[in-house]
């Protein structure tokens, strides 16, 4: 199944604080003071007869108009006020005023203490928080011009935390501690988020759309590097694993006999020494140094045995997956998405040294063909079980399930009919339609 020629083919909003109005009451004092008289001109601790309307006894009150007439001033009885002094015509004496300064004052002050009881609290519930809010989305848009590194956490204990995102010139730490300069002229920038560790915010550029957007197959350009040699090393691309074995009476020409010898080299560390590979050929750096290189896609080929072996089969069983999982974690980090490729299968597909061992085919043809066949459907059903999640499903938009499958030997028909029934496998796990 050929590669090369490849047509050219959403971060949860977070809710804002919700609140309801206070019901807001006078403050104590204006409501129990006996002495205080409300808008009808009554002290507030005088009882009203329910059957008799606000100002009813007054309507039969001869109208004050002369306020030197005696006959017109409210009697004590009437009202429960003493009556008002009259004046004598031609008098100089002015009626003295209330003034209503006191009033104003304590009114004012009132009014303050209920705006600061309201105001305060809505500040500090919804105001920052949403402003809290909005300044972490920010953060992940990846406009933020450099590295946070080194700013205070919030806390007492005045330790810093990395930055989760960066554009070109700012600082990455990464998992070990270590430090780097993200250079990208093209308007990538990176996320990595420990609290939201499926972020998809991510660009590897600015024409490249970011990982929480679905790629679009007809107008965005596949630009991709081939990852070949990491987890599958093969002697033209890794041919320091295959020296120092290489004139032995059982020589390493591909990964099954290179696991043989090297598992017989304890001295040397035996077959931890495929790890130290996987740990050192491909590092975030690199992934970081793809996207800014204008790239935005990765093919990364895999054994089956990342994810199980046989008890007869050499080759280092299940230590290859995690460094798959690094893949996807740096891939995401700096906004790449992948072509997952199963690049070797149990028994061999074409007898090629990339297949796991060279000579001959026993995928789909001779004595254990079927039975292995059946096994490696199920390895690919597993892996497009775990790359159908919801947090993978755009971040590997694309799966090679049979790397270059030798049709000459095995029959057309033959493979043909494998294909059929490994799409309905493969269906009744992902579904149909876009995206799927």
Not at 134 to 141: C, E, I, K
Not at 176 to 193: A, C, H, R
Not at 211 to 225: A, T
């Amino acid at each position: 199944m050929a590669y090369n020629a490849v047509a050219n083919p959403a971060e949860p909003t977070p809710r804002l604080a919700s609140f309801e109005e206070e019901t807001l009451q006078p403050p104590a004092g204006f409501r129990d003071s006996g002495n205080f008289r409300d808008s009808y001109g009554a002290p507030s601790n005088a009882s009203f007869d329910s059957a008799q309307p606000f100002g009813a006894g007054a309507a039969n009150m001869p109208y004050r108009d002369d306020p030197s007439s005696s006959a017109n001033i409210l009697n004590k009885e009437d009202t429960g006020y003493p009556p008002s002094p009259p004046m004598e015509h031609g008098s100089t004496a002015t009626r003295k005023k209330k003034t209503p300064v006191p009033w104003i004052i304590a009114g004012v002050a009132g009014l303050a203490i209920v705006v600061v009881a309201v105001v305060v609290p809505i500040y500090f519930t919804v105001i920052k928080k949403n402003n809290d809010t909005a300044a972490s989305q920010s953060d992940h848009t990846g406009h933020n011009s450099g590295s946070n590194s080194g700013s205070n956490n919030g806390d007492d204990t005045g330790t810093t935390k990395a930055a989760i995102t960066g554009t070109d010139g700012s600082t990455v730490t990464m998992e070990d501690g270590t430090t780097f300069t993200y250079s990208n002229k093209f308007g990538g920038f990176w996320v990595s988020d420990p609290d939201d560790p499926f972020n998809g915010n991510a660009q590897a550029q600015s024409w490249s759309p970011p990982l929480n957007q679905s790629w679009d197959w007809q107008n965005n350009k596949i630009r991709g590097v081939n990852l070949g040699g990491w987890l599958v090393p093969e002697p033209f691309i890794a041919p320091a694993l295959y020296e120092p074995y290489m004139n032995l009476s059982t020589p390493a020409i591909d990964e099954w006999t290179l696991s043989e010898n090297m598992a017989a080299d304890t001295a040397n560390g035996g077959l931890s020494q495929l790890e130290k590979h996987y740990q050192t050929f491909i590092t975030e750096k690199d992934f970081a140094a793809i996207a800014g290189a204008g790239l935005n896609w990765i093919r990364l080929p895999i054994p089956f045995w990342a994810i199980q072996k046989y008890d007869n089969e050499p080759f280092l069983e299940g230590v290859a997956w995690k460094y798959v999982l690094k893949a996807f974690s740096w891939a995401r980090k700096y906004g790449i998405r992948i072509n997952l490729d199963l690049h070797a299968l149990p028994g061999s597909q074409n007898g090629y040294n990339h297949s796991g061992k060279r000579g001959s085919i026993n995928f789909l043809n001779g004595v254990m063909g079927i039975a292995n066949a059946e096994r490696g459907l199920d390895y690919i059903r597993i892996l497009t079980e775990f790359i159908s999640q919801e947090e993978y499903k755009n971040l590997v938009p694309l799966f090679g399930v049979i790397n270059e499958a030798r049709t000459a030997d095995i029959g057309m028909d033959v493979i043909g009919s494998f294909y059929v029934h490994m799409h309905d496998v493969l269906r009744n796990v992902t579904g149909l339609g876009e995206g799927n």
